[in-house]
């Protein structure tokens, strides 16, 4: 045992052995690559099942047909000659009449939200169905935004909301109080409802609650503005900041609909999936970047941070199902709710869904995102070693002639001076806040010039930086390696603790600052520039503008929008994008220009 | 004029944590309030919260352990009583603890300008001109994070810490009845600094030689532990006379530490074992761990009877990792007194993995817990590990100090050693 001890100490000390990290931690990243793209295979991917035995999708009979769609009519006509006009309290004071008028407490509330200079008000209404057999302890939630996420009147969205509270009202087997919502837009109105129900609003922007059930325990988002015949279900599951609901609540909802419906349910908008590898890997890379912008992708993403599981329908197509058939899956979905003996804890939270009933779960795709962080901490240890090694080429030219061999030189360490790499890393994350103040107190007008500025700042730091500021502290060549090791450090404890919170979002700022473990190691001159160059491609304002300018976006729009998100959502995407991969970035690029 | 000079530093330092601790206190009005309900930095026997409550007891003439939540020393209560209301002007508590940790400050100044962790009255190190600045090892506790968030916090073991430290710091100076006091005051406010009384002892027998006033080792053990009963019974005779003359506050506060009655999570080591234990081992386990945390007293005093300082040093590390309700505070103060040794760091072998894991868990830690309470994707096992990771961390640095003093005072005895590579079996 001792001599195997002393075989792996006179290891430690090997040459061969001190060169390994960077050929380690590049195979960490190409390993974290090919990983995610093996997940769609039929090795590591599961189909889904149902774990909470109390939901029995599909498993009761539905009733809600006939003489209901002749009330649904009746409810879409009214509305209808109400959406027409410009006021919205209108619409308000017809849904809370219909309400009383079926005996639902109804309650309303108003909001304003300030954000990128814009003012977004208005003001939800609401009813409450207490149940017939149940303490008003815990309740369901039916959602319908009167206008819908392409921005139409949520016609029988909101029609459907009604007609199945006054069907609802009539049976007696609720056990759980069902809650009706129906907030002005798709954006900003359940997130005032949900905050406020939980007692988490800013009362200066957002009203009370006048009126509360008990826990909610799930909630369906209906999002029908279309009137015609439908041909398939969109479900959509992404919720703030990336977090998703409970695998079990995106499951029953589907199961009822293709089960006992037959309706096709699908996701991510892959409305023709084949069950292909390609189509696979399309459905997990749109739910990625869905998750890594973190922003709110339906009304029932709001319910996420609360711990409320929620899921947005969306029909979609031309086909032969008719809103009858759409209102049988919700009531099929709110029996399951309502069977519910404890919240929704069975199945996964972390997930990657491939197709509608294919999934990866966290222990099969976590490696992947942190190998790409383990890659910057082996960095920032190789580093770290390096820098505490005396230089052999310094030793000669000192005239110290070495006279011992390779293997006890490596063992001389020198000492750290900290101080400088410290405080370096220290005012580069410190100096983020800039970005981050200007870009969520700015007018929505602005935004562009001011992210100008910044892309134009942000290029010029680290020449400023490295030719202006740190010559007058006269870095030494192990202080630049200090303070490349202790940035990389932060970066892979960052981006771990990420992965935790927010997969996708860890995985692509993993991929996009990859290369910063890789640069500045060489002191070659045509290969510093080069990889000069290749930093300031991948730096946070070029892949920003190249990324809007790829895809057609408006960039006013994507920067109003991370304003409004953060304002609104607590969405932290652009926190992530300016304290941690902006200083690291910087770091890299000053190491390299050192 | 080098004299001068670190005046002018030391003011520069106290004024500069100061200024940013109050910074954060006003610039900020919910941090405090946010910091203190995290786990990591109240516990249920140090926490502001719980002291308010109380607070609010005492003030209405009903017994401040009636409500079943406040689990700490009596005396705190008419202090704070003194202070205007938290919420109307929380300005006073905040300057209050920032006071405290200028003070700690103070006391650990002085500890590190007498050099004692370099040059002791039996030993002197080979490595003392590598000795670390006083000025350094003070702010390296007064801008640690983890001190500015606990005293953010506003937990009482701010109050704690600052009695352990003027403890030591009157022992190296050479009045042991001052040294005895801080230290009763320390154990009345958390009861576990009484486990620092026979290095503390040790500690200021060595310098009441050192000043040339000979006495028999034994008398002087003796008097300085009377002293300490003394002063503790006194102690805990005001809080009898203010606890409506009833020992109830006895139960209540030391022994809820002692039997861990409230489970709350904490960066510690018990709660989760004990929340998952059968109640018919409880007791036997509640014994093996007190019997654990306190074994470790005697052994390091007797082994390492050359550095009492380091003893001090390394207990302070073991609490914070063993203590039934540890929290950051705990660790803050052992980082705190861990650059006194700076001149032994180059033989640490695990100071960057040691740092970095503690770094690791402290990002972590808050991720964990937001998942298990917040999101409810996660749940108590996500936490536990994280603390695991935590408390791993710390013993890596205990383990890695006590190597690094021990290899020290080998390479006094063993010159030939100097350098070489060893093994620790």
């Known amino acids: 045992m001792s001599r195997l001890l002393a075989t792996a100490l006179s290891l430690r000390r090997d040459p061969r052995v001190q060169k390994l990290p960077p050929y380690l931690s590049f195979l960490c990243v190409l390993v974290g690559l090919v990983w995610l793209l093996l997940l769609p295979l039929d090795d590591y991917a599961r189909k889904t099942y149902i774990s909470e035995n109390a939901l029995l999708p599909g498993q009761v009979h539905t009733y809600f047909s006939g003489s209901e769609s002749h009330v649904l009519r009746a409810y879409r006509s009214e509305l209808d000659v109400l959406a027409s006009e410009e006021d919205p309290t209108r619409v308000n004071d017809k849904i809370e009449e219909i309400l009383k008028g079926l005996g639902v407490k109804v309650g309303r509330q108003s909001y304003t939200y300030n954000a990128a200079g814009r003012a977004h008000s208005g003001e939800n209404v609401y009813g409450i169905l207490q149940a017939p057999r149940g303490d008003a302890t815990e309740a369901i939630v039916l959602v319908a935004a009167i206008r819908s996420l392409n921005g139409q009147v949520n016609r029988n969205g909101v029609a459907l909301a009604l007609t199945l509270a006054r069907y609802f009202k009539r049976w007696s087997l609720w056990s759980k109080d069902i809650i009706m919502v129906f907030p002005p837009d798709s954006e900003t109105g359940t997130q005032a409802w949900v905050d406020a129900y939980h007692d988490a609003h800013d009362p200066r922007y957002v009203a009370p609650l006048p009126l509360k059930s008990g826990a909610l325990q799930g909630a369906l988002a209906l999002d029908y503005p279309e009137v015609d015949r439908f041909s398939a279900l969109q479900i959509i599951y992404d919720g703030v900041n990336g977090q998703l609901p409970n695998l079990d609540l995106v499951n029953s909802v589907g199961n009822i609909a293709s089960g006992q419906m037959g309706i096709t349910g699908f996701i991510q908008g892959m409305r023709h999936h084949k069950g292909t590898y390609k189509h696979r890997l399309t459905t997990i890379f749109r739910g990625m970047v869905k998750q890594s912008l973190g922003n709110s992708w339906g009304p029932h993403s709001s319910f996420m941070p609360y711990h409320v599981d929620a899921v947005t329908l969306q029909p979609y197509g031309k086909g032969f199902h008719d809103e009858m058939a759409m209102g049988r899956v919700i009531e099929g979905s709110f029996r399951s709710l309502n069977n519910l003996l404890e919240h929704l804890h069975q199945s996964f939270f972390f997930y990657l869904l491939m197709q509608r009933d294919r999934f990866v779960s966290i222990g099969t795709y976590l490696p992947s995102v942190m190998l790409l962080a383990a890659n910057f901490s082996i960095m920032a240890i190789y580093l770290w070693v390096q820098s505490g090694q005396v230089d052999a080429d310094a030793q000669k030219k000192a005239g110290k002639q070495p006279k011992a061999s390779a293997t006890e030189i490596a063992a001389v360490t020198v000492e750290r001076s900290l101080v400088l790499p410290v405080a370096i890393v220290a005012v580069c994350h410190a100096l983020s806040a800039v970005p981050l103040y200007v870009l969520n107190n700015t007018t929505a007008q602005l935004l562009p010039t001011a992210f100008a500025a910044l892309a134009a700042m942000s290029t010029a730091a680290p020449f400023v930086l490295s030719y202006a500021v740190l010559p007058v502290y006269k870095p030494t060549q192990q202080q630049i390696l200090l303070m490349k090791s202790l940035s990389l450090l932060l970066l892979g404890m960052a981006l771990s603790t990420l992965a935790t919170l927010n997969f996708s979002l860890a995985f692509v700022i993993g991929v996009l600052t990859a290369p910063l473990s890789f640069v500045g190691l060489s002191r070659n001159e045509p290969l510093r520039w080069a990889s000069a160059t290749l930093l300031t491609l991948l730096a946070p304002a070029t892949v920003i503008y190249s990324v809007v300018a790829g895809v057609g976006l408006d960039m006013g729009h994507l920067l109003e929008q991370a304003s ?11 926190i992530v994008v300016w304290t941690i991969w902006w200083p690291a970035w910087t770091i890299s690029m000053v190491s390299v220009l050192c | 004029m080098p004299e001068t000079m670190t005046l002018r530093g030391k003011a520069g330092i106290y004024a500069g944590a100061a200024l940013l601790r109050l910074l954060l206190f006003v610039a900020f009005p919910s941090l405090p309030d946010l910091l203190t309900s995290r786990v990591e930095i109240s516990t249920p026997v140090t926490s502001f919260k719980r002291l308010q409550e109380g607070l609010f007891l005492y003030n209405h003439n009903v017994s401040p352990y009636d409500g079943g939540v406040f689990h700490q020393a009596p005396l705190l209560l008419p202090l704070f009583s003194l202070l205007p209301d938290v919420r109307a002007l929380p300005i006073f508590t905040a300057l209050l603890y920032i006071l405290v940790d200028i003070l700690s400050a103070e006391a650990l100044m002085r500890i590190a300008a007498s050099g004692e962790a370099v ?25 640690n994070p983890l001190s500015i968030a606990s005293c953010l916090g506003r937990t009482t073991s701010v109050f704690t810490n600052c009695a352990t430290l003027w403890a030591v710091a009157k022992a190296i100076d050479g009045s042991p009845f001052n040294a005895m006091v801080a230290l009763s005051f320390a154990s009345y406010l958390s009861m576990y600094p009484l486990l620092l009384l026979p290095p503390t002892i040790l500690l200021a027998y060595d310098h009441q030689l050192l000043k040339g006033r000979t006495q028999a080792a034994p008398t002087f053990a003796v008097k300085n532990v009377a002293i300490v009963l003394v002063v503790l019974g006194m102690l805990l005779g005001m809080s009898w006379a203010l606890d409506s003359q009833s020992w109830e506050f006895l139960g209540r506060t030391y022994g809820i530490q002692l039997t861990l009655n409230d489970l709350n999570p904490n960066v510690g080591l018990w709660w989760y074992f004990f929340i ?27 082994r390492i009877r050359t550095q009492p300082l380091v003893v001090i040093v390394l207990l302070l590390g073991i609490f914070s990792i063993f203590k039934p309700y540890p929290s950051i505070a705990d660790t803050s103060l052992f980082l705190g007194t861990l650059p006194l040794y700076r001149h032994v760091f180059p033989l640490m072998r695990y100071s960057f993995v040691a740092a970095a894991v503690l770094a690791y868990a402290t990002f972590l830690g808050p991720a964990f817990f937001h998942l298990w309470i917040y999101a409810g994707s996660g749940n108590a096992n996500f936490f536990y590990a994280i603390t695991l990771v935590w408390s791993l961390g710390q013993s ?13 005072e080998w390479e006094v005895e063993r010159p030939e050693m100097v350098g070489k590579e060893v093994k620790q079996i």
């Open chain 2, 396 to 408: 890596l640095l205990v383990s890695d100090l006590t190597f690094a003093t021990l290899r020290d």
């Open chain 2, 276 to 302: 998952e234990m059968f109640d018919s081992f409880r007791s036997f386990f509640l014994a093996v761990f007190w019997l654990h945390l306190s074994s470790y007293v005697g052994g390091l005093s007797i």
């Open chain 1, 564 to 574: 409004f998100g953060w304002t609104v959502w607590g969405m932290y995407t652009p």
């Open chain 2, 119 to 143: 040059q002791s009255r039996l030993f002197t190190s080979p490595r003392r001109i590598r000795q670390a600045s006083s000025l350094v090892v003070v702010a390296c506790y007064l801008f």
